[in-house]
């Protein structure tokens, strides 16, 4: 028999089914006591080593090679880290009549964080756009995030974080050596390192998603314990997806005309609504559980939510615009499809 299988313009990350799956443990069986404590020790860890991968697999000459494509890099921050924001403070008046504080806090936390790598250069060489152009945003997206998400942070939720006390020297020193000294590290060791990290990719992606796992199982089950679940309705979250679906619309659309009124050609367009659109779980995840500490699990849902709707609407997105004519003298690394 044929195995059955979603819809290609409809996927489904089954990597979603098991943070939910994730949520559920936490929800049904959280962390108390010592063993909160020793979970809460380890995601600190993981997301260290996290940032010390994402330092070690980054190469910053191929990515500095890219500025040479200056305008489209800076179109492509521009949408990430400026135009996001934008909405997402402008999103503050569906408070509180679509959104409540907390889940607003986290929408708006999710228009800080960086643009994804591997989603925006699949669904740009699907689409049949400037696939070496999405590959060095997505690189300049990650690098910049290191310090751009937790200064935006810092100045547009200051408040919110862990113990609400504002964004102290702690938080800073706590950011600095939880995401951008091992992140350096990576860097520095690269050479060393760098050979190792690229021969087994698949084998430390499982580690990168696994350490993302134990990062969402230590928060939800500090929400689960403080009991923030009980202030979010299904109403609300169905508001919320809502919200989402808007604020998602609203960009693609910007990013593709916007870039046709800057007079870019198709393959940029492409690339620029790719990774200009899309949200990075992976980085987010872990900047979360250190930002939010114990209030992280509501941060996190909005970008754990987008996340999923992203990827469905990208793709269907993709797959049409594979199918548009391609102008002459267009490059051959425009035409690379390799997902089909």
Not at 210 to 227: C, D, H, N, P
């Amino acid at each position: 028999m044929k195995r059955l299988q979603w819809p290609r313009w409809m996927p489904v990350d089954p990597y979603i089914v098991l943070l939910l799956a994730t949520m559920g443990v936490a929800a049904l069986l959280p962390a108390r006591g010592v063993a909160a404590e020793g979970v809460s020790w380890l995601a600190t860890a993981a997301v260290a080593f996290l940032f010390f991968l994402y330092g070690a697999r980054l190469s910053t000459r191929e990515a500095l090679d890219g500025l040479r494509h200056w305008r489209l890099h800076l179109t492509i921050l521009g949408c990430t880290f400026v135009l996001f924001p934008l909405l997402g403070l402008a999103s503050r008046a569906l408070v509180p009549h679509l959104l409540d504080e907390a889940l607003y806090q986290g929408l708006l936390f999710l228009t800080l964080v960086p643009s994804t790598i591997q989603s925006s250069i699949a669904f740009t060489s699907i689409a049949r756009g400037n696939v070496p152009g999405a590959i060095c945003a997505g690189s300049f997206s990650s690098l910049a995030g290191i310090v751009v998400t937790p200064l935006l942070a810092a100045l547009l939720l200051g408040g919110q974080f862990a113990g609400g006390d504002g964004f102290s020297a702690d938080s800073l020193l706590k950011i600095v050596l939880q995401l951008l000294v091992p992140f350096l590290a990576g860097q520095v060791l690269r050479r060393w390192v760098g050979g190792f990290v690229l021969r087994h990719g698949k084998l430390l992606s499982l580690v990168d998603r696994g350490a993302i796992l134990l990062v969402v199982y230590s928060a939800f089950s500090q929400g689960m314990v403080r009991g923030v679940w009980g202030q979010v309705s299904v109403v609300r979250l169905l508001e919320l997806l809502a919200v989402e679906a808007v604020l998602l619309a609203v960009v693609l659309a910007l990013t593709w005309y916007g870039a046709r009124a800057l007079r870019f050609d198709r393959g940029d367009r492409v690339a620029i609504q790719f990774a200009g659109s899309t949200k990075s779980l992976a980085a987010g995840l872990p900047m979360a559980s250190v930002l939010f500490g114990g209030d992280a699990a509501l941060a996190v849902l909005p970008l754990m939510l987008f996340h999923q709707m992203q990827l469905m609407v990208a793709a269907f997105i993709a797959r049409r615009r594979e199918r548009d004519p391609l102008p002459s003298g267009a490059p051959r690394s425009y035409a690379a499809t390799p997902h089909g």
